[in-house]
């Protein structure tokens, strides 16, 4: 189901992608609703049984790095290209991140600066041959992600990440439009932190809201592909670089990421 969308490819850009199959973006209409977090368990989720790669375009905000345990690494150039740094599962990963001589330094720069960058990751990162290439897109819906799905040669889908409430829905509504607007399929919808499930008695408290990411879903025809729940250790094995579905794996977020999962790779058709 990959897009043929508007935009014409640069041809370096069509040939360093043809090792990858399947390329699915990340997105959101706001910051905040764990676009990142979503984006790396998925891929982490998918990693057991198949050649995955993160490509982590966030270029003001990069957190893949972090998420995955991998900060302070940089990465090498072999013959022209650029090879992407290896995380858990064999994940090969890319991020303005390894970039940056400390972690928290800012990138402050004006918009063509960045399209340039991304466009260099695009052309020159060697990725080798990969099932799946998850890309974690900017939040919002600003230039960049215009520029990002015009570059991205024949894009599976992609996905929208909100949160329970009503402001962070308004901004996937959004997020909806603009990617149907570029005619790249839309995947689905996933709502983070859905629900509050108490450790100590298991009661559920749908402390953010309830409904209005359903609806959105159904008023734009885009699949709902299920619901995470708010667990604490998600915050605090991200914040220490590791991924939640493989030290957690018997939760019951653990288990949502893996059915969203499944759905992805069945929507793209990957096995």
């Known amino acids: 189901m990959a897009s043929d969308h508007i935009g014409r490819v640069p ?7 043809k090792s990858v199959k399947h390329k699915v973006v990340v997105l959101s ?4 609703v764990g676009k990142s977090t979503v984006a790396t368990n998925l ?5 057991g049984s198949h050649h995955v790669g993160i490509l982590d375009v966030d270029i003001y905000g990069p957190t ?8 302070g690494l940089h990465p090498e ?12 599962l064999g994940i090969r990963v890319m991020s303005m991140g390894f970039l940056l001589k400390n972690a928290g330094d800012a990138v402050a720069w004006r918009g063509p600066m960045v399209a340039k960058m991304i466009n260099q990751f695009l052309s020159s990162v060697s990725w080798g041959n990969l099932d799946l290439l998850v890309v974690d897109l900017p939040p919002g819906t600003g230039d960049e992600i215009l520029s990002i799905l015009q570059l991205i040669p024949h894009v599976d889908g992609a996905l929208i990440v909100t949160t329970p409430q009503e402001v962070a829905v ?17 995947l689905g919808l996933v709502e983070n932190m859905s629900e509050f499930i108490c450790p100590d008695c298991g009661s559920h408290h749908r402390i953010f809201g309830d409904g209005a990411a359903r609806a959105a879903a159904a008023e734009h025809d885009v699949d ?5 729940p708010l667990d604490s250790a998600v915050v605090t094995l991200s914040d220490k670089g590791k991924p939640f579905v493989t030290e957690a794996p018997v939760s019951e977020s653990t288990r949502a990421f893996r059915q969203i999962a499944d759905q992805i790779a069945s929507k793209i058709g990957i096995k």
């Open 43 to 47: 891929a982490i989720a998918l990693a």
């Open 224 to 228: 709902y592909l299920g619901a995470i």
């Open 29 to 32: 209409g706001k910051g905040g």
């Open 170 to 186: 308004l901004g996937a509504r959004r997020a909806i439009q603009l990617v149907q607007k570029m005619g790249v399929p839309i």
């Open 77 to 88: 150039a072999v013959d022209g290209s650029v090879m992407p740094i290896m995380g858990p």
């Open 11 to 17: 041809r370096e850009i069509e040939e360093r992608m």
């Open 64 to 71: 893949i790095p972090k998420l995955l345990g991998l900060e």
